[in-house]
């Protein structure tokens, strides 16, 4: 176990809705960065938020926002849900940026109908 | 920006016998290299990992080379056993400027499967 927690663990929503994702970081981590997995695919990078700032962004469009707490716990929202939001959102924790161990959560499965 | 290709996309093998996963990629900027390893329903799982000043990393059954200069890395798993069967995934990080620092760019992962 890594230490890193995410809640809910399942989620089904309607398209055109809004849900908030949630991710508690490793002790002692700083950094959290957020990835989206299809089924069948690698996880891709949606963005990463160190000490309470987004510090990088991956092609995704800005109804993907997000939110980093004094305790380095971590919010993903996502507005106006498609269909093809349908995946595993899993969120990493690190102490610091790049070339640092990144951790993952057990990823939160969202369902949207 | 970076991009990771790895092969095989699936690898079945008999217990005992030795499996090898190779990525390649394109950023010469990139200098961490980490694998992680995926059981179903979980989240992915640091397995082991490299850094672009050292050649090659083990840990028990597990190790991975790098090469800089063609830009690849590979996965040794030697003796597997059916506790290995998975997907395994590489990933790399660019310590280059811009919004690709310190992300993990993946492979598209491999399926291992251990047979007994």
């Known amino acids: 176990e890594t230490g890193v927690t995410q809640s809910p663990t399942h989620l089904i929503k309607t398209r055109g809705q809004q849900v908030t994702l949630r991710c508690s970081s490793q002790?002692?981590?700083?950094?959290v960065s957020w990835y989206q997995q299809a089924l069948g695919q690698g996880p891709q990078f949606i963005f990463q938020?160190?000490?309470?700032?987004?510090?990088g962004r991956g092609n995704f469009p800005p109804r993907f926002s997000g939110l980093q707490f004094p305790n380095y716990s971590s919010e993903l929202n996502v507005n106006a849900l498609e269909l093809d939001d349908s995946a595993l959102y899993l969120c990493?924790?690190?102490?610091?940026?790049?070339?640092?161990?990144?951790?993952f959560g057990p990823g939160t499965r969202l369902t949207v109908t | 920006g970076e991009n990771v290709e790895q092969h095989p996309s699936t690898l079945s093998v008999q217990e005992g016998d030795s499996a090898v996963i190779k990525c390649t990629y394109s950023?010469?900027?990139?200098?961490?290299f980490p694998w992680y390893k995926q059981e179903l329903g979980k989240g992915p799982q640091l397995i082991i990992d490299?850094?672009?000043?050292?050649g090659e990393k083990k840990d028990q059954r597990i190790a991975v080379t790098l090469n800089k200069t063609a830009k690849h890395f590979s996965l040794h798993i030697t003796e597997t056993q059916p506790e290995d069967s998975a997907v395994y995934f590489c990933?790399?990080?660019?310590?280059?400027?811009?919004?690709?620092?310190?992300?993990?760019?993946f492979g598209q992962g491999t399926i291992l499967t251990v047979h007994p």
């Open positions: 002790s002692g981590h700083n950094t």
């Open positions: 990493a924790s690190s102490r610091g940026l790049a070339g640092v161990e990144q951790y």
């Open positions: 490299i850094r672009s000043n050292v």
């Open positions: 990933a790399a990080v660019s310590a280059g400027g811009g919004t690709s620092y310190g992300k993990l760019t």
């Open positions: 950023d010469s900027a990139s200098n961490y």
């Open positions: 938020y160190y000490r309470e700032e987004e510090n």
